[in-house]
């Protein structure tokens, strides 16, 4: 299986840029494309999605363990031709001074090549000197190729040169390209389904790439990735037993408004046996039919207060549902949609789904940012008491209900989080079922349990 990673020298070095025109390149070559973003980010998967074809894949070391990590790629890479992974920060940035989820640790542990995406704006000598400095940090660094971005033409013989005194691949330098650039708003660039012009963006960028990257050199560089395919992993259930979703129909709300999930996550419950209907609070009036099971994904229900209010149907549905029992897991975006209303940016407030009788208010600043570690202070949805399980939380909005199901930990300071009744769990921080199975299997069961007494009824 041929892959490897695009990873930068820090935040805003233009990964995300060159991994989309890559990916484009070698989907225009007519090559089937696995793509993964390395941490928690929702957003940039969703261009390496639309360029695909295909869902893109998160793979996390602070959710994940080595194994888990091996199984998830090599798994959701076996179809393809070749497999791109996005960074995450720079290199060797991972939780706090630590290697544990950063891009390097990442590469290790999955024996992945990397190209280094150098930021060259304002420098020309010193390239050198921060190209020695990645490489020779670790010596395990993986570091095989660079990709200058914005770097003057002329001083591009002399990186290849330095390059080749170094034993690693110079593979071209990307211009700036400001017809196909890709805005930001608060929690990170905007998503790929908000930009009209998005496919000839697209196109512009692998044009670009073509002219002044060499792919041909990219896809050799690839060839030495670590074979994963002779690896043993662990069931995720004994396959002697029923199979826990079996007949299991969960609907999922996905739109502009709710559109941040780990894709891992839904396939796992496929996996499990259940179905997916996915829905659209902005635009359905009603969830979709015979469903047991209910998930509202983070997103920008702020950004669409209004068209949401407007779908009142929708609304009463999910109120009368929840409140009726259905088993429903709500994170961030999802867990404000349930709220009497919410406060957007500029100030206006929107009507909700009224599940929970509070307001939620947007601020200016991050309220919590990065990894968390919850401890369950009651058994819940998801686990039993007790239990602690990782997450991430990244949000500028603030909830006055009273939070009480985990206690949520970080840097040596603590909070609580979640909402929870014997059949919701509603909340801020994002989690990942792959941080433990249990997790999926505990919802599964909670749906599989209200599907039989609905029957009995």
Partial sequence: MRRFMIAGTSGGSGKTTITCAILQALVNRGMKAA?????????DPMFHSRIIGARSRNLDGYFMDRDTLCRLLDKNSREADVAVIEGVMGYYDGLGMENTASSYALARDTGTPVILVVPCRGMSRSVQALIDGFCLFEKDSNIRGVIFNQLAPALYPAMQEYCRSRNIRALGYFPRVEEAGLESRHLGLVTADEIADIKERLQLLARTAEKYLDID???????????????????????????????????????????????????????LGCELAEFSPLEDRALPPDIDGLILGGGYPELYGSTLEKNEAMRRCVKERILGGLPTH????????????????????????????ASCAFTQRLQHFGYVELEALKDNLLCKKGMRIRAHEFHRCVSDI????????????????????????????????????????????????????????
């Fill in 330 to 357: 709500a994170e961030c975006g999802g867990f404000m949609y349930l709220h009497r209303e919410i406060t957007a940016p500029d100030g206006t407030r929107s009507r909700m789904a009224g599940v929970l009788d």
């Fill in 35 to 43: 793509s993964f973003k390395c941490g928690p980010d929702y957003i």
């Fill in 402 to 457: 009273a939070a009480d199901t985990f206690l949520t930990r970080k840097n040596g300071k603590e909070w609580t989080s979640f909402v929870s009744t014997d059949t919701l769990l509603a909340g801020f921080p994002h989690i990942h079922y792959y941080t433990s199975l249990q997790l999926a299997l505990s919802f599964v069961q909670k749906c599989a349990a209200y599907r039989k007494a609905k029957e009995k009824a």
């Fill in 217 to 271: 050199a990219v896809l050799e560089l690839a060839e030495a990735s670590l074979d994963l395919s002779a690896r043993e992993y662990q069931a995720i259930y004994n396959k002697e037993e029923k199979v826990p979703g079996a007949g299991v129909r969960i609907a999922v709300a996905r739109d502009r408004a709710f559109c941040f999930y780990y894709e891992d996550n839904l396939e796992l419950l496929r996996e």
